[in-house]
């Protein structure tokens, strides 16, 4: 399997919320972050937001991911978890 193009890092805050939600929501939390490692912008249902320079995306009916991808060096920064 080919290196995926973007980097993927989680903030200490959205490392804990990860560790918070059900294994259910975790597991759907772990598929979108292996889109966002090849696509960030490709995320079914994400949206960014230019004011503030983040994207958001929603772990299907459970709750939102928050991240910001930097160009260079290609990563992702999964800024916040939320679950509903």
């Known amino acids: 399997m080919p290196p995926s193009p ?3 890092l989680r903030l200490e805050l959205a490392e804990r919320q990860y560790l ?3 294994d259910d929501t975790r597991a759907l ?3 979108r972050l292996t889109l966002l490692e090849s696509d960030p912008s490709g995320l079914p249902g994400a ?3 230019a004011a ?3 994207w958001s995306a929603p772990i299907a009916e459970r ?3 928050l991240y910001a991808v930097v160009p260079e060096p290609a990563t992702v920064i999964v800024l916040r ?3 509903l």
């Open 29 to 31: 939390v772990d598929e």
């Open 81 to 83: 978890l939320v679950a």
């Open 47 to 49: 949206t960014y937001d």
């Open 52 to 54: 503030s320079d983040r």
């Open 6 to 8: 973007y980097r993927l």
């Open 20 to 22: 918070d939600v059900p």
């Open 63 to 65: 709750g939102l991911i």
